[in-house]
């Protein structure tokens, strides 16, 4: 009760932005909001722990401890040919005044539920989008133009819009804060919402951004063209660990810390040659042409002719990720981007692809529509806009040099880092996958970043990052502000974030 009192304060303090209740419709009244180009499908209040998520793809958490809240539904069309779903749910009490906006995943095509109920649960209204279409693939995309453009930012922008409209509508004032949150497609969604709409979020939480996605899906092919070069350059995944294992015995202590952990793995120079089998073929060697293969995977892809980079490497530790691309065939959201926007074909094959020319024509046939490379943010930095990129080292499905390229863009774009110290941060985070998972700390609350760096100005420099097994904490260790790294103190346990400062490398 007395947090309640707390929240109710805070929010008094904000003067004019409290409404009085009486302003505040029912949930249901909702149905009849007139918006355009919005049809209100449904809405109505689900009790504390009721909901149930479709059936669908991939896990489904649990949502029994999400409190009691409004659940609109509704369907967007800015064009004739948009059939966008969005989903709004709004707490039945104890609103933290603030919006979120979560992202999705791969092609999308399905509501982030998890997201949106972990952004209930921390009391803020919150929406989610399937982008405009249903189903993971691009297939969506052939002949509809207009529905690729809701894919690529549209869809996302405007239920941001219909969203705050709702918000508005039901509590009798707009959110006081609103924020982005999403990784993998739902970092590119943030960043192009940053680039393209500056004044939409207050805040952008952005991970493993997929923002330069025409390059890397020629890298994401380039990597199955590689292991798939010859009969014997294929790499079983049970070979993994022991690549693995060679990369952290090379590198490991470089930091000075042999913790299992590469921190950096850009001063790792690790070459598979160092495991090539002396005699038989085993599973703790690589043959000849498998050595070859590895060393492919570590390196950027690069234009034959001109010799400039398309897209960074795999960074040494992430080898006990790389099934999803190097495995028996190249991987679907890859070979979608040319089967389904490039050449229109679906029986495109990716063995055919020429990184030096497809890159272009990828470049040419997007100009600009998925990509969210623009690194001139100062119209969103401008609006006291804050970002926090983060990205994990170890990530065998978006190279996580991209993120440090793009960081660098903006940097050189503005002027230089000091100039951008107060509007974005980037955390690398050694030893984690794609968007969590991973040997290292990947378990940290970027949200509760973010709120203290918007709404009370404290700037993140470090965030304390942990890993658990069987649900126990076993290591907690600092991400630092890149590209300061975590240091080691020198005493202590090395798994206590305490012990460990953020400084130089
Ligand atoms: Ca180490």
Redesign the pocket.
């Known amino acids: 009760m007395r947090m309640w009192w707390t929240a109710v304060l805070a929010l008094l303090a904000d003067v004019a932005l409290v409404a009085a209740p009486s302003d505040r419709v029912s949930c249901e009244s909702l149905s009849k909001l007139s918006l355009p180009n919005t049809a209100i499908t449904s809405a109505q209040v689900l009790p504390a722990g009721q909901f149930t998520p479709p059936a669908g793809r991939g896990p489904v958490p649990s949502f029994k401890d999400v409190p009691a809240f409004c659940r609109v539904q509704a369907t967007l069309t800015p064009s004739s040919d948009s059939d966008i779903k969005i989903e709004v749910w709004l707490p039945a009490s104890g609103w933290n005044g603030k919006f979120q906006a979560v992202g999705n995943g791969g092609w999308a095509g399905t509501i982030s539920y998890g997201p949106l109920g972990a952004a209930v649960r921390r009391g803020y209204a919150a929406a989610s989008t399937d982008t405009g279409h249903v189903g993971g693939s691009a297939s969506f995309a052939l002949g509809h133009p207009e529905k690729l453009t809701d894919f690529a930012y549209r869809a996302v922008h405007e239920m941001t819009i219909a969203a705050k409209a709702i918000v508005t509508s039901f509590y009798g004032s707009g959110p006081h804060y609103s924020y982005w949150n999403g990784c993998s497609t739902g970092g590119r969604q943030g960043l192009k919402e940053a680039q393209r709409f500056p004044a939409d979020f207050d805040g952008i939480i952005a991970g493993a951004p997929a923002n330069y996605q025409m390059h890397l899906h020629v890298w994401s092919i380039a990597v199955a063209q590689a292991v798939h070069k010859e009969l014997g350059s294929y790499i079983p995944p049970e070979k993994y660990p022991a690549i693995h294992k060679a990369a952290l015995d090379a590198c ?4 000075g ?7 950096d793995p850009t001063r790792c120079h690790f070459d598979p040659k160092a495991i090539q089998c002396a005699g038989e073929d085993t599973s703790t060697c690589l043959t000849r042409p498998q050595v070859e293969a590895a060393r492919k995977l570590y390196a950027p892809v690069k234009n034959s002719r001109t010799n400039a980079e398309i897209f960074p490497g795999m960074e040494p530790g992430s080898e006990l990720g790389w099934a999803p691309l190097a495995g028996p065939n190249a991987n679907p959201v890859a070979t979608d981007t040319f089967t389904y926007l490039v050449y229109k074909d679906p029986h495109w094959d990716w063995r055919t692809m020429n990184p030096d020319t497809d890159t272009a024509l990828a470049d040419k046939n997007d100009n600009g529509l998925i990509d969210a490379i623009d690194p001139n943010l100062q119209p969103f930095f401008s609006h006291k806009g804050k970002l926090i990129m983060y990205h994990g080292w170890n990530d065998p499905l978006i190279a996580p040099g991209n993120s440090v390229n793009y960081y660098g863009s903006v940097a050189k774009k503005i002027g230089d880092s000091s100039k951008t110290a107060d509007s974005i941060r980037l955390f690398m985070v050694p030893g984690m996958a794609h968007c969590g998972g991973g040997e290292g700390p990947n378990t940290f609350d970027m949200v509760g970043a973010l709120e203290q760096w918007a709404e009370k100005g404290t700037v993140p420099e470090q965030i304390i990052a942990s890993h658990s097994q069987n649900g126990t904490v076993d290591r907690t260790r600092p991400l630092c502000a890149y590209p300061q790294v975590a240091s080691y103190r020198g005493t202590g346990s090395i798994d206590d974030a305490s012990n460990f400062i953020c400084a130089a490398r």
Not at 257 to 263: C, M
Request: proline letters at 0%; a negative charge; aromatic letters at 0%.
């Open positions: 490991d202590a470089l930091d810390l042999t913790d299992g952990l590469i921190q």
